[in-house]
């Protein structure tokens, strides 16, 4: 049980109190899930944790996508476990196939030789459109035009710690528009021309570069080359309309034409971040300490043993990766970083 001392906060004043009747006000806003019916049990995993640590709280919305129906499993077990309202829809076939202008033989000879290379999914064709579809369509599924934040959990992902507050309402309270966790360097060979896309919409569109962006974040020549950091986007809240956005739209177009998402193999993680980085201002990306998270093979866990107590946490603070020397937030970074994103209390140092 809790005693007088939980009130006092100062070590961790951060991370907003723990109030255990949800408020009255409620964001428009769902979880959404991109699965196959497969991964039913895994994602049942991820809803469990999420529903303890969150969403037995505020009861939102949960949206279900997938380019094959559902079937009957999946939506009674989902639906079991969800505490809001579920959804389920199915994809267009247009949002997940080949557009015109991609020569399938080229694409087909890149698979085969990313393959030979054994780079991560380098063979698939499925992993290709759920990247793409990731990157430039999920936002405008019909489900999804009914909501303006959403929450994207993945299967078997852990959440470690309670989330004692509605993380949709502090976005919008603080200007938030995207937000992460966890952040990496891209394996190099996903993305050989990614930057030259991203040039070219830069080049194009002048008009939606924001003024404070965080292209240091992204590059450490001024912008000629990328650093392959990214926010890892299995963990996201954000902004749909941002996605929906001219800005988004118009860099998402950019990015497609060039045909990177089937010659080569490029990650929504990376086309979602630089997106970030570049369109919206560095008040409006939010790091969550506080959120422990995991995803195959990444944790991150509060480094404050009182935060871990006064949030029931029960990860192992050892497993924690920033301090890692694949993080972005490794000591190399962490500097740059902190000056970059608000929200990153200084006693991480
Ligand atoms: P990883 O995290 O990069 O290893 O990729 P995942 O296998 O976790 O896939 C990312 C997300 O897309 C997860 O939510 C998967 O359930 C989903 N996903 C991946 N491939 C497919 C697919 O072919 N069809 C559907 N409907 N969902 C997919
Ligand atoms: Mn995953």
Request: hydrophobic content about 25%; aromatic content about 0%; glycine content about 0%.
């Given at each position: 049980g809790k005693t007088g001392q939980a009130s006092d906060t100062t070590s961790h004043s951060k991370i907003p109190e723990l109030v255990e009747t949800a408020q009255?006000?409620?964001?428009n806003a769902t979880f959404v899930t991109l699965a196959r019916n497969s991964d039913v049990w895994e994602i049942s995993r991820s809803i469990r944790q999420v529903e303890d640590r969150f969403n037995r709280r505020y009861h939102y919305d949960w949206v279900f996508l997938n380019d094959n129906d559902f079937d009957d499993q999946f939506i009674k077990v989902t639906t079991a476990l969800v505490s809001g309202k579920t959804r389920y829809g199915k994809i267009a076939s247009d949002h997940w196939s080949y557009p015109s202008f991609i020569d399938q033989e080229k694409a087909k000879e890149a698979r085969e030789d990313y393959g030979r290379r054994k780079v991560i999914y380098g063979d698939s064709v499925s992993y290709r459109h759920m990247c793409r579809y990731e990157s430039g369509f999920f936002f405008r599924h019909p489900l999804m035009m009914e909501y303006e934040w959403y929450w994207r959990v993945e299967p078997s992902i852990e959440l470690f710690c309670d989330i004692g507050y509605d993380t949709f309402k502090f976005m919008a309270d603080h200007g938030k528009k995207y937000s992460f966790v966890l952040s990496l360097y891209e394996y190099v060979e996903t993305i050989p021309t990614l930057w030259d896309s991203v040039k070219k919409f830069i080049k194009a569109h002048p008009e939606h570069i924001a003024e404070d962006n965080s292209m240091s974040f992204l590059s450490d020549d001024g912008g000629n080359t990328y650093n392959h950091c990214h926010f890892w986007s299995n963990f996201e809240i954000g902004n749909l309309d941002w996605l929906r956005s001219d800005a988004y739209i118009d860099y998402f177009d950019t990015l497609d034409r060039d045909g990177g998402f089937f010659y080569e193999r490029w990650g929504d993680a990376p086309v979602h971040s630089i997106a970030a980085g570049l369109t919206?201002?560095?008040?409006e990306i939010h790091f969550f300490n506080d959120i422990a998270y995991y995803h195959v093979p990444f944790t991150h866990c509060p480094t404050s043993e009182q935060d871990r107590i006064d949030l029931k946490c029960h990860c192992n603070p050892k497993d924690n990766f920033d301090w890692n020397g694949y993080s972005c937030e490794s000591p190399h970074f962490f500097f740059r970083i902190y000056f970059l994103l608000s929200g990153i209390p200084l006693s991480r140092l």
């Open positions: 009255t006000e409620r964001m919206l201002n560095k008040s």
